[in-house]
């Protein structure tokens, strides 16, 4: 595969000049075709937002569901079709503000899908209010005086629920975050990028320039497999550490409903009633 084979033609985008989408977009194609995966093997599950219109602009299967509940979705598509590569993709407030819920019960789960979520620290679709990640004092439209809450640290919270795959990257650093997505997408499990990107138009504070001066990237001989210590780099706060800061399989979604004789879903199973066959008959002829 190649990087335009992910093209859409005559795609409007409605994205700003100068978004951090735009480097997310390319670098996802880029992931893609190193990877080698076709779109009709791929499924991009996303929220609502300027992060979840993404899937719009790439060739792949798409599923565009309510604000937050992109993770559930995507979570049932894998389990209908687990040859099927699934990707959630949406906005911080999306994904840890509306879908908060479900981010944390998806860790318990641990289902073989890959979450991106487009992190720039504000509501970019809504006009710029705070979002679950902006920091403390950072001023907006709506909060006049500044935050007054603590920011949400997606890591930490997914390191506390033993989350089987943890990463951070930085959407301009290009090389850097193609090898962390295709290390998410590669892993077996429940695997999260909390992919940082300014938002040009509302939040002045997190720019370019900030995130170039902020961030640091952990070391070649740091070990990914101590969930102690990658909990440790999490709540790191002078500069925002980048890369996989923690990584270890485990049982996933399926294995475990397979595993323990859990009834599959109506979907996997067998169908016998009569009832149920004629109904799903009439269906097709009608969309024939």
Known sequence: MEVKDYNVKN???AWCPGCGNFFILNVLKKTLAELDIEPRDLVIVSGIGQAGKTPHYLKCNLFNGLHGRALPAAIG???????????AESGDGCMYGEGGNHF???IRRNPDITLIVHNNMVYGLTKGQASPTSS????TPVQLKGVADEPFNPIAAALSQNISFAARAYCKDIKETTDILKKAVNHKGFALVDLLQPCVTYNKLNTYKWFDENTYYLRENYRSDNRVEAFKKSLEKEKVPLGV?????RETFDERVVSENIPAPLFR???KSKRLIKLLESKKEAHA
């Open 11 to 13: 795609a409007d985008v």
């Open 77 to 87: 598509i894998k389990s209908a079709n687990s040859k099927l590569t699934v990707i």
């Open 104 to 106: 944390l019960h998806a």
């Open 136 to 139: 403390r004092g950072f001023k």
């Open 245 to 249: 800061f923690y990584e270890k399989e």
């Open 269 to 271: 199973r067998e169908v």
